[in-house]
C-alpha cells in the first residue's frame, strides 16, 4: 500500500495529520531562532572640520583630502 492510497482510502486520517502539522508549526514558530540577520557592531567615527572663510573646493582639497589619508592609516576593528 502506497502513500498515496493510503490518503485516499483514509481520508479523515489525512486531514487529521495536516491539521496536527499545521498546529505544531504554529506551536513551534515562536521558538525558532532568528539567525539570518545576526547582530553585530560597527566601527563609526564622527568628525567635524571647520574652517572659516574656505570654500568648499578648499575645504576638500586642504582639510577633507588630510583627514581622509590619516583615517585610512587606522587598522581596522575585529
Do not use: D, H, W
Amino acid at each position: 500500500m502506497t502513500l498515496s492510497e493510503l490518503c485516499i482510502r483514509r481520508p479523515v486520517m489525512t486531514v487529521l495529520l495536516c491539521i496536527a502539522v499545521i498546529v505544531t508549526g504554529i506551536v513551534l514558530y515562536p521558538t525558532i531562532p532568528i539567525a539570518a540577520l545576526p547582530s553585530f557592531n560597527s566601527p563609526v567615527i564622527q568628525v567635524t572640520a571647520t574652517l572659516p572663510g574656505a570654500s568648499p573646493e578648499t575645504m576638500a582639497a586642504s582639510v577633507a583630502t588630510q583627514l581622509e589619508k590619516q583615517f585610512a592609516t587606522i587598522p581596522a576593528c575585529r
